[in-house]
């Protein structure tokens, strides 16, 4: 099959630094790695180095499904840029780029094949906003 990538963006209102911050922190990840609220974040575990794995349960609040969100890091430029690899091959870059006291991030991701493309782009970007909406309430 071809190898479809989707881009998510959000504009966020806060220093760089604090935003690498609550992107890259476990504490601060379990408070936002979720695109609704009736899902959460119970764990996440983060070792920011290349080759480094990271770790994110997300579940639904009721018990009814969940699942590990992992892989590993295969490119880091501290408050610019985080790239990963997916358990399954598919690779993710996470760039970070400072504007006027603003923090765009741009995310493009492999799609997987079993979800439409639509339902993969709105689900990574509803997590992006929540992510928007946690770094803009700090």
């Known amino acids: 099959m071809e190898k479809i990538s989707i881009t998510v963006e959000a504009i ?5 630094a604090n935003v690498w911050e609550y992107w890259t922190n476990p504490v601060h990840i379990q408070n936002w790695t979720f695109a609704s609220d009736e899902w959460h974040a119970p764990h996440a575990t983060n070792d920011l180095r290349i080759g480094g794995k990271f770790l994110t349960r997300m579940e639904a609040k009721d018990g009814s499904m969940g699942f590990d969100f992992e892989g590993v890091y295969t490119h880091i430029e501290p408050l610019k840029t985080i790239e990963y690899v997916l358990e399954d091959g598919r ?3 996470i760039s970070f780029v400072q504007n006027d006291g603003e923090v765009s ?4 991701f492999d799609a ?4 439409p493309i639509e339902m993969q782009e709105t689900g990574w970007q509803m997590i992006l906003d929540n992510f928007k909406k946690y770094a803009e309430k700090q």
């Open 12 to 16: 966020i209102h806060a220093p760089l």
């Open 91 to 93: 690779q993710i870059k």
């Open 105 to 108: 991030i741009v995310e493009t």
């Open 112 to 115: 997987e094949n079993e979800n």
